[in-house]
C-alpha cells in the first residue's frame, strides 16, 4: 500500500475510534460479515464492556451466517447477543416489492431500539459504508428514521479499506464475501415464506459443497437463476456441473434452471426492480 495511501486509511481509522470513544455506551448490530464484525471490533476496542454486539435471528438468515458469526465473536472475544426478528409477521415485508428491505431494517432498529432501552445502552450503531451509498438500499431510510448511527461511514471507509483494517486487525472473515440476507434472493413481487427461504438456503449449501466460493440462488418462481463469480464460471460451465445443477434445483422443485452468463454481481435483482 502507497504512503499516501496508507496515511489516509490510518486517519480514517483514527477518526473511527475517536468518534467511538466519544460514545458512552453502544449496540452494534451485527450480522457476521467484514463490515458488521470490524465497526463491533473497533466498538469493543474504543468501549470495553459499553457495547454489546448484538445478531437477529429470522428465517432469512442462514444457519451458516450464524455458524460464523459465533465464530466471529469467539475470536474476537466480543460481548455478545442474539436475538429474533419477526419480519415475516408483515405483510409489507412478505410481498417483497423493491423497498421489503426497508421493512426488515425497521423491525431489526425498533428491536435494538428496545434493547438500548431496557439496557441503558445510549445508542445504536450498524456497518454501511461509503461504497453503499451508489445502490438502491431502502434499508438506509429505516436507519435514519431510528437515528441508528454509521460510524464507518461518517468516517468516510470503503469496503475495501474496512477489509484492509480487519486483516490487519487479525480478524477471521476479512475477505468473506458478501452475504445478503436469503430474502434478496427473491425476485420482486415474489412473496418471501420460510418454504422459499429454505430452498435457496439448501441450494446455496449445495453450491458451497461443489467449491464454489462466490455466488447467488436467485429465486423466481418456477425458475431458478445462478449467478456464479466470473472467474469460477469456466467449472460451472461444463456439461458435468450442468448436470448436478439440474439435479439438485429440479429435486428443490424448480422447474427451469439457468445460469447466468454474466456471473455474480452484488444488487443483480435490482436490474428487475420498476419505479414505485
Keep these: 500500500m502507497a504512503a499516501g495511501t496508507l496515511e489516509t486509511l490510518e486517519a480514517k481509522a483514527q477518526h473511527l475510534s475517536t468518534a467511538l470513544r466519544g460514545l458512552p455506551s453502544l449496540l452494534v448490530a451485527y450480522s457476521g460479515g467484514v463490515d458488521s464484525a470490524y465497526l463491533a471490533y473497533a466498538a469493543h476496542r474504543a468501549l470495553g464492556e459499553r457495547m454489546l454486539a448484538v445478531t437477529a435471528l429470522s428465517p432469512s438468515y442462514s444457519a451458516r451466517d450464524r455458524q460464523q458469526a459465533e465464530a466471529c465473536v469467539r475470536q474476537l472475544g466480543l460481548p455478545h447477543e442474539f436475538i429474533e426478528t419477526r419480519e415475516l409477521d408483515n405483510p409489507a415485508y412478505r410481498a417483497n416489492r423493491p423497498d421489503r428491505c426497508y421493512f426488515c431494517k425497521d423491525e431489526l432498529f425498533d428491536q435494538l431500539d428496545r434493547l438500548a432501552a431496557s439496557r441503558g445502552f445510549a445508542a445504536v450503531a450498524y456497518g454501511v459504508n461509503l461504497d453503499d451509498q451508489g445502490d438502491w438500499r431502502p434499508g438506509q431510510r429505516a436507519a435514519r428514521e431510528h437515528r441508528v448511527l454509521t460510524p464507518l461511514l461518517d468516517a468516510g471507509l470503503t469496503k475495501a479499506e474496512i477489509r484492509e483494517l480487519a486483516r490487519r486487525a487479525g480478524i477471521a472473515v476479512w475477505d468473506r464475501p458478501a452475504s445478503a440476507c436469503l430474502a434478496s434472493r427473491i425476485a420482486y413481487g415474489i412473496e418471501v415464506t420460510p418454504e422459499r427461504l429454505r430452498v435457496i438456503e439448501k441450494g446455496e449449501e449445495a453450491l458451497r459443497a461443489f467449491g464454489f466460493r462466490q455466488f447467488r440462488v436467485r429465486h ?15 467449472r460451472a460451465l461444463s456439461p458435468e456441473m450442468a ?23 452484488q444488487g443483480a435483482l435490482n436490474t428487475f426492480r420498476t419505479a414505485e
Design 243 to 265: 448436470q448436478r445443477f439440474v439435479a439438485i434445483f429440479k429435486s428443490l422443485g424448480f422447474h427451469f434452471v439457468t445460469l447466468d452468463l454474466e456471473g455474480y454481481r
Design 220 to 234: 423466481h418462481g418456477m425458475l431458478v437463476r445462478l449467478e456464479i463469480a466470473p472467474d469460477e464460471l469456466p
